[in-house]
């Protein structure tokens, strides 16, 4: 069965460093989406891709983050510098096409810990 | 913006009785999808109920879209220990989709 590929699975870093993370989605899929999930919550909407295009970042803070999706299949999440308040979950979910009603498959998620 | 809120936030039964979780959008949805995490795990999707009043069962469990299509709700009968993890539901609104926080359910054997 296809899955949502993403790494690293971990990640600790010191504040005010760099951190990228890396997300393959399952192939096809057309959408690509990045959550943030903080524990105890659910997951949160930083921005969501179809094929290349940004679809919706309103929720990303985009004076630390930044997504691209250059050939419209894999994806890089970025952020710097890393705060101590961006310790969390980075979830990455794919889907067939940006439709309403389309089931969304997530990846395992890489773990973030600012130090 | 919109927000989705869930009840209770926690809940532990016995094995083998019910529960149900409740999910209130404050606006009126195009659809909503449910989604169960078990513990160290990712989301994985259950369900979605599109109509208004729309009822779906899955084995053991019974998902429900209100009537205003504001509301839902998840129904397990006779819970297992497999049952264990947190169940979100998330609210479709146009093209964007809203988690809400999740309720996490504890099954004693």
């Known amino acids: 069965e296809a899955e949502v590929a993403q790494s690293p699975r971990y990640k600790i870093t010191e504040k005010s460093q760099a951190v990228a993370f890396w997300c393959d989605p399952i192939s096809g899929h057309a959408t690509l989406y990045w959550y943030r999930q903080i524990l105890g919550q659910g997951p949160e909407l930083l921005v969501q891709?179809?094929?290349?295009?940004?679809?919706?970042d309103s929720q990303l803070p985009k004076d630390r983050f930044s997504a691209e999706r250059l050939k419209g299949v894999d994806s890089t999440l970025k952020i710097q510098p890393a705060e101590l308040g961006d310790s969390a979950m980075y979830l990455c979910?794919?889907?067939?096409?940006?439709?309403?009603?389309?089931?969304?498959?997530f990846g395992p998620g890489t773990r973030l810990t600012v130090t | 913006g919109q927000q989705v809120m869930q009840i209770p936030q926690y809940q532990h039964v016995q094995e083998g009785e019910d529960f149900t979780t409740y999910c209130n959008s404050s606006?009126?949805?195009?659809?909503i999808q449910w989604y169960k995490q078990r513990p160290g795990g990712h989301p994985v999707f259950l369900i979605q109920l599109v109509k208004s009043g729309e009822v779906k069962k899955q084995k053991r469990l019974t998902f429900q879209f209100g009537e205003a299509k504001k509301n839902s709700s998840l129904h397990i009968t006779a819970t297992q220990t497999t049952d264990v993890g947190t169940y979100f539901c998330?609210?479709?609104?146009?093209?964007?989709?809203?988690f809400g926080k999740g309720t996490m359910l504890l099954v004693s054997p």
């Open positions: 891709f179809q094929d290349e295009s940004v679809v919706d």
């Open positions: 606006t009126t949805l195009s659809n």
């Open positions: 998330a609210g479709r609104r146009y093209s964007t989709l809203t």
């Open positions: 979910a794919s889907s067939h096409r940006l439709a309403e009603g389309d089931e969304q498959y």
